[in-house]
């Protein structure tokens, strides 16, 4: 009996016709009906929260692989004894490059230059760099490594990063733990998040943590929303006292009329550091990997969260 698999995407469809594997097109997001059932699902993360029970009511599945690194989202909606993998390996680099785009852009100030240009008004502006500043990293997984690779060449007076727990990274940097985070925000000048959403980093960044930052100073946050006190931070920016650079907001997607879309000194995009053609490449590469794997009968219990 072939292998039923559920992808979101004609061009998987196509690559997984194979034999022992019946692949299905649905889409989480698009599709009016809940999916027919089937072994394997293979999934973007919804953008509508409400769409994600849609995982758990699926009839004889047996495994989960998303198109993301973050996996958080699934984990409620995930029946018993059903494996879950994610992609690993194919997103880090292009968030990580996004990451060091949006810290650019802002530390150059770029915005303020392209609505001079729309204005055709030709006026020098000095600027901060990445050279000579200090960073602070949070998060040191696959995208915070990756980050952290990146930074380097532009040769940070420091760069500091922080995490659960203090270790030594296998590239030979340190990492601090989170609990000594708070006496380094006073001399940072930029701040970097990569953190998952977990009880123990929502809301990390809140009011306090963001009045501990130094006049002037940057936060970017390319991990996830709750991550950041949303109405803190719309505080800090609307005296101009903090710049902020995000690829992920709570709420998310951000509602049209939501007052951090004009908050002064803030760049905003729709989370979509990983949303690169290399990206599509690498995670169907994967995902089609994952699906004949399991269709050759490896067990899906060798198969474990790639985090």
Same mark, same amino acid.
């Given at each position: 009996?072939?292998?039923?698999?559920?992808?979101?995407?004609?061009?998987?469809?196509?690559?997984?016709?194979?034999?022992?594997?019946?692949?299905?097109?649905?889409?989480?997001?698009?599709?009016?009906?809940?999916?027919?059932?089937?072994?394997?699902?293979?999934?973007?993360?919804?953008?509508?929260?409400?769409?994600?029970?849609?995982?758990?009511?699926?009839?004889?599945?047996?495994?989960?692989?998303?198109?993301?690194?973050?996996?958080?989202?699934?984990?409620?909606?995930?029946?018993?004894?059903?494996?879950?993998?994610?992609?690993?390996?194919?997103? +880090?680099?292009? !968030?990580?490059?996004?990451?060091? &785009? @949006?810290?650019?852009?802002?530390?150059?100030? $770029? %915005?303020?230059?392209?609505?001079?240009?729309?204005?055709?008004?030709?006026?020098?502006?000095?600027?901060?760099?990445?050279?000579?500043?200090?960073?602070?990293?949070?998060?040191?997984?696959?995208?915070?490594?990756?980050?952290?690779?990146?930074?380097?060449?532009?040769?940070?007076?420091?760069?500091?990063?922080?995490?659960?727990?203090?270790?030594?990274?296998?590239?030979?940097?340190?990492?601090?733990?989170?609990?000594?985070?708070?006496?380094?925000?006073?001399?940072?000048?930029?701040?970097?998040?990569?953190?998952?959403?977990?009880?123990?980093?929502?809301?990390?960044?809140?009011?306090?943590?963001?009045?501990?930052?130094?006049?002037?100073?940057?936060?970017?946050?390319?991990?996830?929303?709750?991550?950041?006190?949303?109405?803190?931070?719309?505080? +800090?920016?609307? !005296?101009?006292?903090?710049?902020? &650079? @995000?690829?992920?907001?709570?709420?998310?997607? $951000? %509602?049209?009329?939501?007052?951090?879309?004009?908050?002064?000194?803030?760049?905003?995009?729709?989370?979509?550091?990983?949303?690169?053609?290399?990206?599509?490449?690498?995670?169907?590469?994967?995902?089609?990997?994952?699906?004949?794997?399991?269709?050759?009968?490896?067990?899906?219990?060798?198969?474990?969260?790639?985090?």
């Amino acid at each position: 009996m072939a292998l039923r698999v559920l992808v979101p995407w004609q061009h998987l469809a196509e690559q997984l016709q194979l034999p022992g594997i019946e692949p299905i097109l649905w889409h989480i997001n698009d599709d009016p009906e809940d999916a027919p059932p089937a072994d394997v699902l293979v999934t973007e993360r919804p953008s509508n929260p409400l769409l994600r029970s849609r995982v758990s009511r699926i009839k004889g599945l047996r495994h989960v692989h998303v198109l993301s690194l973050g996996y958080e989202w699934v984990l409620e909606h995930l029946p018993e004894n059903v494996a879950l993998t994610n992609s690993k390996g194919a997103v +880090e680099d292009a !968030t990580a490059e996004h990451c060091l &785009a @949006l810290i650019l852009a802002c530390l150059r100030q $770029l %915005p303020q230059v392209g609505q001079q240009q729309r204005e055709c008004q030709w006026t020098r502006i000095w600027t901060s760099s990445l050279h000579g500043s200090k960073v602070v990293l949070l998060g040191a997984g696959g995208v915070g490594s990756e980050i952290h690779s990146r930074l380097l060449p532009f040769k940070p007076a420091e760069l500091m990063v922080f995490a659960r727990t203090e270790r030594l990274h296998e590239q030979g940097f340190r990492i601090h733990s989170l609990d000594r985070l708070r006496a380094f925000l006073p001399i940072a000048d930029v701040v970097i998040s990569t953190l998952p959403h977990t009880a123990e980093t929502e809301q990390l960044i809140d009011a306090q943590f963001l009045s501990a930052m130094k006049d002037g100073s940057l936060l970017v946050n390319v991990g996830r929303g709750p991550i950041v006190d949303t109405e803190a931070l719309l505080a +800090e920016l609307q !005296t101009g006292r903090l710049h902020a &650079a @995000l690829d992920v907001t709570d709420p998310e997607p $951000l %509602p049209s009329d939501h007052p951090l879309w004009s908050a002064p000194n803030c760049i905003i995009t729709p989370h979509m550091a990983g949303d690169t053609q290399m990206f599509l490449d690498l995670v169907s590469q994967l995902a089609v990997e994952q699906v004949q794997a399991l269709a050759a009968g490896e067990s899906i219990a060798e198969l474990q969260v790639r985090a």
